[in-house]
């Protein structure tokens, strides 16, 4: 909900969010042949012009080439490609692929005392790429050669070293990145980085502290934290809104120790991307205990009917129609299935759905402006959580719960969806079942096809505007990584980053890009 509709907060926020001007070419929208962001563009609508690959054939479509990685890794990372170079990276490798026969460039390391933690991507502009690591430092790249041209390492509100698993994105001189870590009660933050330097610009608590404006939705005297940022960021380029999906408060589900809304968890927050000042908020899962982060970009898209929406997508199991003008949440639509979720957690245990490892995770919508339709994968998978007994006690560095049983018994049963929903009513428009969750990215193309990949090794291809499945190619590696279309010596091509690792979702992959033509 909107933040002037909750009741547990006492104070008033004075709204300053800007319209949606129509997006420029020049600004919003990226070149036509290149995919140089985490989901595309600045918007993160997962939408390419690209035409060459249609319906009629798409089943056509062959491997052209593969890259496979010299490394085990998560391997969540999205895809970005310019100027016929693909970039990607894992926890402690970043790389450049030639996109047209994924022959390597070159490879940098930054070298870790604990690797092997999520990471999701890099970020462009000029002749610079910058990404984040899990032990909180920054780095800039030089595009060409893979030279290291300055670090920043980022701390929390507490001054303890920043955990980085987001993707970072450029724009206008700046670096704006996110930290995550709520399962230890980080202080989480949003920061702006100087682009040329490295030098922090400005950070923005995502969990207010002393006297600080939604520090009186938290209680006194206890350790909080949380809100953490799990993705990458979305900006409207016309208003320089930066807007930042949040993650669940700590202790993850023992609500006693925290009455309160818990700002600003569970939320879409709009900063001035120039100097992070807050221009509004939209808390959409106040007061969580289900750990229902929302992990993925929100997809800025302008309506058939000429709405400005934030499309917000998270572990709750709904997309989150955000309307910009009326300040308001216009819609949510469950894309998963939502059961028992108003049933207090007790020691005895608890089941509900979505459950902790169910809903969106962290790649988020796309959409279709000749359909106006919003896409979204999700995971249907259910938990039973049980409460601990004893309120927690906060230990630096250790996991803070509130649970006897971590994050819960997950249900043997699981499968995936991707759900097409009317960007102006919410009304599912079309949905397709899956064997196993969809966690992967969608690539949206102008001809009307909708591609994505799922845990059980599958790239797909819809009709976007009916759902049917016009083609289906075995990647045989669960993918959880991105999904993109680019062109390349004049030839459209699909990339998928495939192989994810996951302890959580129980996948064991590979990690390797496969790209595909005609």
């Known amino acids: 909900m909107f933040n002037g509709q909750l009741s547990l907060v006492s104070f008033q926020i004075r709204c300053l969010v800007l319209a949606f001007r129509p997006p420029e070419a020049s600004s919003q929208n990226p070149a036509a042949a290149d995919w140089p962001a985490y989901a595309r563009d600045y918007g993160s609508t997962g939408y390419s012009p690209l035409s060459e690959i249609k319906p009629e054939n798409v089943s056509r479509l062959k491997q052209i080439c593969s890259y496979s990685l010299p490394e085990q890794s998560t391997f969540e990372s999205s895809l970005l490609v310019l100027n016929g170079t693909m970039y990607f990276a894992t926890s402690e490798y970043t790389y450049a692929v030639d996109a047209s026969n994924c022959a390597l460039r070159w490879r940098v390391r930054h070298e870790m005392q604990n690797p092997g933690r999520t990471v999701r991507g890099v970020a462009i502009a000029g002749n610079r790429l910058y990404r984040g690591f899990s032990d909180g430092n920054v780095m800039a790249y030089d595009l060409g050669s893979g030279d290291q041209l300055w670090t920043t390492r980022l701390t929390e509100t507490d001054g303890r070293p920043a955990t980085i698993a987001a993707s970072p994105v450029a724009w206008n001189g700046m670096v704006f990145i996110g930290t995550s870590g709520a399962e230890r009660a980080c202080g989480c933050i949003l920061a702006g980085l100087d682009a040329n330097s490295g030098r922090v610009m400005w950070t923005f608590p995502l969990v207010p502290t002393g006297n600080a404006p939604g520090a009186e939705t938290w209680p006194k005297g206890v350790r909080v ?294």
Not at 281 to 288: A, E, G, I, S, T
Not at 295 to 306: E, S, Y
Not at 361 to 370: I, T
């Open 225 to 518: 934290g949380g809100g953490s940022v799990w993705t990458a960021l979305s900006i409207d380029t016309n208003s320089g809104t930066l807007y930042t999906s949040t993650g669940n408060p700590g202790p993850d589900f023992f609500g006693d120790y925290r009455p309160g809304a818990n700002l600003y968890t569970g939320s879409i927050v709009a900063l001035e991307a120039r100097t992070g000042a807050l221009r509004s908020w939209y808390q959409l899962v106040p007061h969580d205990v289900h750990d229902w982060d929302q992990a993925a970009a929100p997809a800025l898209v302008i309506t058939r009917r000429g709405r400005r929406r934030a499309m917000a997508a998270g572990k709750d199991g709904y997309l989150h129609a955000i309307d910009i003008d009326d300040k308001a949440v216009a819609w949510k639509t469950p894309v998963t299935s939502i059961v028992n979720v108003d049933a207090p957690l007790t020691p005895e245990g608890t089941f509900f759905c979505p459950g902790t490892a169910g809903g969106v995770l962290w790649n988020g919508p796309a959409f279709s402006p000749e359909t106006n339709l919003v896409f979204v994968n999700s995971i249907d998978w259910c938990t039973t959580l049980k409460l601990d007994t004893k309120s927690p006690v906060f230990e630096p560095e250790k996991q803070f719960l509130g649970s006897a049983n971590a994050f819960g018994e997950k249900e043997e049963r699981r499968k995936g969806w991707i759900t097409a929903v009317d960007a102006d009513t919410g009304v599912v428009r079309w949905r397709h079942e899956t064997p196993a969750p969809m966690v992967a990215g969608i690539a949206v193309t102008a001809t009307g096809l909708v591609f994505t990949a799922g845990l059980d090794g599958d790239l797909l291809a819809f009709d976007a505007a009916s759902g049917k499945v016009l083609h289906r190619l075995p990647t045989q590696q669960p993918a959880g990584g991105g999904v993109i279309t680019y062109e390349t010596g004049g030839k459209q091509r699909i990339a998928v980053a495939t192989g994810l690792q996951d302890t959580i979702l129980q996948t064991n992959g590979k990690p390797v890009i496969i790209v595909y033509g005609l």
